[in-house]
């Protein structure tokens, strides 16, 4: 079976870190670019970060410059995105996408992830 899992999700207070995984499973990510999405109660879905297939990264939203990367690792088959300086407006289910090549958000995911939730409260 061909899916994507998060995990790492949970409440963080605000300031605070979390690392959330995306592993592959039934599929090699090495020729995939992942993406993060998130979406918050009440709001649209957002793209957060990306990171192509060669590991370069791209940042589609700037509220997280400076606080989120994203990282992978072939050999694990698994990308992970920390997140640093959690603030409540981060609360979200964070979903995971695999799109093939390059990071182009616009473009159809190939394979999504049921998502984890992050809650940045005190």
């Known amino acids: 079976q061909l899916q994507l899992v998060e995990s790492g999700g949970g409440l963080v207070q605000p300031g605070g870190s979390l690392r959330l995984s995306c592993a592959a499973s039934?599929?090699?990510?090495?020729?995939?670019?992942i993406h993060w999405f998130r979406q918050a109660p009440g709001k649209e879905r957002e793209g957060v970060i990306c990171?192509?297939?060669?590991?370069?990264?791209?940042n589609y939203a700037d509220s997280v410059k400076g606080r989120f990367t994203i990282s992978r690792d072939n050999a694990k088959n698994t990308v992970y995105l920390q997140m640093n300086s959690l603030k409540p407006e981060d609360t979200a289910v964070y979903y995971c996408?695999?799109?093939?090549?390059?990071?182009?958000?616009?473009?159809?995911?190939?394979?999504w992830g049921k998502g984890t939730l992050v809650t940045v409260s005190s």
């Open positions: 990171i192509s297939s060669s590991g370069g990264s791209t």
């Open positions: 996408a695999a799109q093939r090549g390059l990071c182009r958000i616009h473009y159809d995911m190939n394979y």
């Open positions: 039934g599929f090699t990510l090495d020729y995939f670019a």
